[in-house]
């Protein structure tokens, strides 16, 4: 069974500090691994796919295959970075669903 | 990016009756749906997944004969819930794509209450 964790409901930083915004992930094999954001009264949206190893709006993921995370992080907050950001997997092979976790509302204070 | 709509955005009805929400992709062609719910403090958890001309595969544990989907055409998809009841109310949203691995694409959501 594929499950995503994201411990922490809700995470303050003031501006110009360091993001990191957990995503633990349980899954037998090479899963892909999503960041999703949500801004207020927005739709959901892509981020960024761990496979791409882009930068995103200042974002990075960062996989670690042995602790099995994929934590969300970046440099230096900003105050547009307030969202709500959702970790999602999907599976290796074929046509594989994705499963979201809870999601953790990041909140920048000026 | 691609544009999906739901409609309506919030609907409220009487326990018993059947409720119609539409999804849309305005700009491409989704040949792939998928229609998740949320629940207050939880995630999005898939229902269903829709292919157009074919019939839904549900997830586990979601009754087909009361959520029923249509994808009849590749800009739109359909979830009827049928005979609502209080615990039926949730957020519901859905997503479409190109095909089964590309991007997904999201709606607003409608907000179903059923009293």
């Known amino acids: 069974a594929q499950r995503v964790t994201q411990p922490e409901k809700l995470l303050s930083v003031f501006k110009g500090a360091p993001v990191e915004l957990k995503c633990n992930y349980s899954?037998?094999?090479?899963?892909?691994l999503f960041w999703y954001v949500q801004y207020s009264r927005q739709r959901l949206q892509l981020l960024l796919r761990?496979?791409s190893r882009e930068s995103i709006k200042g974002f990075t993921a960062d996989l670690n295959k042995g602790e099995t995370s994929v934590h969300l992080k970046k440099p230096f907050a900003q105050e547009e970075d307030s969202a709500m950001y959702y970790c999602a997997l999907r599976g290796a092979g074929g046509y594989q669903k994705v499963t979201f976790g809870i999601g953790t509302k990041l909140q920048v204070i000026p | 990016g691609a544009v999906v709509s739901q409609h309506p955005s919030w609907v409220i009805c009487k326990s018993g009756t059947s409720v119609k929400i539409e999804c849309r992709s305005l700009d491409f062609q989704a040949t792939t749906m998928f229609w998740y719910r949320q629940f207050p403090k939880q995630s999005l958890m898939l229902m269903a997944t829709?292919?157009?001309?074919?019939?839904?595969?549900?997830e586990q544990g979601v009754e087909k004969d009361k959520f029923l989907i249509n994808h009849a055409s590749l800009t739109l998809s359909t979830l009827t819930v049928t005979s609502a009841h209080p615990e039926d109310s949730s957020f519901y949203i859905c997503?479409?794509?190109?095909?089964?691995?590309?991007?997904?694409?999201f709606g607003p959501g409608t907000r179903l209450t059923v009293l």
């Open positions: 997503s479409a794509s190109e095909g089964l691995d590309n991007e997904q694409f």
């Open positions: 899954y037998s094999g090479s899963p892909e």
């Open positions: 761990h496979i």
């Open positions: 829709s292919n157009e001309g074919s019939k839904a595969t549900y």
